[in-house]
């Protein structure tokens, strides 16, 4: 149980950078900022990459029926918008996703397409895919009402095809780019099957089941506690916490 309390004293430190607005270290975002996608992509001048109007239009219509089926639980959306030749483990990621909604708070979530718009799709890859393919950066914006107090902004790279040629974009995978070191973000509850304890100042999530999640989130609120009695500067006063089952998750 050692981690788990190294877990509260996380919080403590995640909670202070909330009060000051200071993170301890760059975000994943910021790392992907500095990456050449030019040489991501083979070489290529970024310029020659950009998705035409028609193109990424249809793209943002695949990603607003992708964060409608997110925010509405619905799986059978979700499912009509992946690949039938996606690998199982993908698809079954993506409507754990959609599935999450009914064991998490309300909240929002939106996926919209990276600025600029860029097709980063490997030579190899589209070598490999015998119909029209690309790789896009996504944006995803999720937040939990009441509980965060701003969007959680990550970056995920889904790579989709048109397999009738028309137009219709779905999704087939998100590790394209994975041999070129460029690996999105996920979700704990798009990982795993999970389960949620809100009180008034901590939600917990995490796939330890109920009474280690409400044990937690007594633990933060103590925590929570005893950092008001130091700091004495507004701050928003909750927290999201993650409960893994163990360093692994």
């Known amino acids: 149980m050692r981690w788990r309390r190294l877990l509260v004293t996380l919080v403590v430190a995640a909670v202070l950078t909330a009060a000051t607005g200071q993170p301890a270290s760059p975000t994943p975002r910021a790392v992907a900022d500095g990456i050449d996608t030019g040489a991501a992509v083979g070489g290529t001048a970024v310029t020659d990459n950009v998705l035409d109007g028609e193109t990424a239009a249809a793209v943002r219509r695949l990603l607003a029926a992708r964060s409608a089926a997110v925010v509405d639980g619905d799986t059978e959306a979700m499912a009509a918008l992946i690949a039938a030749d996606a690998p199982e483990d993908f698809r079954l990621r993506q409507l754990r996703l959609a599935a999450a909604t009914a064991a998490l708070p309300p909240g929002t979530y939106v996926e919209e397409l990276a600025e600029p718009v860029l097709d980063l799709t490997p030579p190899s890859v589209r070598a490999a895919i015998p119909m029209p393919v690309m790789v896009v950066e996504v944006v995803r914006r999720q937040r939990f009402e009441g509980y965060d107090p701003s969007e959680n902004v990550t970056s995920t790279y889904l790579t989709l095809v048109d397999p009738d040629g028309e137009g219709d974009w779905v999704v087939r995978d998100d590790t394209a780019l994975r041999s070129v070191g460029v690996v999105g973000e996920r979700y704990l509850w798009e990982l795993f099957d999970v389960g949620s304890v809100a009180t008034d ?42 409960s893994p089952t163990d360093v692994a998750e």
Do not use: K, N
């Open 201 to 242: 100042r901590v939600l917990v999530i995490g796939t330890t089941g109920e009474p280690e999640l409400r044990r937690l989130a007594g633990e933060v609120e103590q925590a929570i506690d005893r950092f008001d009695e130091v700091w004495t500067r507004p701050w928003w006063g909750r927290i999201v916490v993650l």
